[in-house]
């Protein structure tokens, strides 16, 4: 076992504190990292207040780890000590359900492991990348490729994964008119993906203040949703809607936004139940969806996309001690656009 240092929710209504926590030995299939960077999402702020339901604490978040490989277990082949690696949502799943079998795993019929707060299939309560190093199976760490610096990869392992995966599957690319709704950790990445693929992209964010920015990440257009405007402009327009917001929304107003054949795609995942009117569907033909992160193949899919596109996350990088800070500020719709934690700060 190895005793590292690491930042932890105790309860659902305190700050998150410094403390330690066991890491499991390295086994055969297994890799050590030393993890540099850890994205906060803000599914560690929902996960940790208890927002989907009563977590077990202590809880170490963090599913956007960057690091590099400092010891691989006697029969790891994928991954050798110094290389460049992340670790996304996931640390395992059954591996042999039709899910599994298809590159899903994140859909495994026995439930993906999550990175943090649930048991992992030898009994041990997985804990997340607010830490300095963590042990992972190999096929579930991914490859960080040369040109994408660890600190703008690191929120890739989510943010990235979850807006390219839906982008890709509804077919975001030339001749598509793509919305991202909020621009967040989640929404700014998926503006420079979509854009990436060859969409025309437009923002509908609560206000124009950050609207200089969304141009200069590679939208076409920007709306503000508090303009009621906005709605009647845009009614009919766009073949798929990226819906990244945290909270709820009137999904009827959005929905109105569809052209026909259109899909408005939900990847934010607020506590409440979101409803709507079925007329919204049924006057043309629109589709209302989810989509969770992506498999660990398109993972790696994504992080190469990236790189080739030179494409990262806008970053602010703090020490450990600001975590709290940070969180404050992300529940206030108040980054820019992604608090990533340097873990040389947890000591
Ligand atoms: P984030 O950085 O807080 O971004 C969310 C954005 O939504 C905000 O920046 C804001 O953008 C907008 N927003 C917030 N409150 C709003 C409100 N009351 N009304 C309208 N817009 C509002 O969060 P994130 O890390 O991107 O995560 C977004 C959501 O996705 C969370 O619920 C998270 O749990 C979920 N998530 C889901 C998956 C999945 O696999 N499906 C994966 C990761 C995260 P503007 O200021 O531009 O309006
Ligand atoms: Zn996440
Ligand atoms: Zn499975």
New binding site residues.
Partial sequence: MLTVNAYAATSATEPLIPTTIERRDVGAHDVLIDIKFAG????????ARG??GPASYPLVPG?EIAGIVSEVGSAVTKHAVGDRVGVG?MVNSCRECVNCLAGEE?FCVKGNIGTYGVVDHDGTRTQGGYSTHVVVTEDFVVRIPEGLELDVAAPLL??G??TY?PLNHWGAGPGKKVAI?????????GVKIAHAMGAEVT?????L??QED?LRLGADHYFA?SDPSTFEQLAGSFDLILN??????DLDAYLSLLAVDGAMV?????AEPLSLNVFSLIGGRRSFA?????GIRETQEMLDFCAEHKLGAEIEVIPAGKINEAYER??A???R??FVIDTSTLV
């Fill in positions: 906060i999402c803000h599914s560690d702020i929902h996960t927002d989907w599913h949502c994140q989510c943010a994964i979850t995966s709704v909020g621009l967040g950790g989640l929404g700014h990445v923002v509908l964010s609560q206000s203040k950050k969304g949703t990244t917001v945290s909270a709820k929304i939900n990847v934010g995942a607020p989810g989509s969770l992160i992506g992300v529940l719709s108040d980054v656009y992604r």
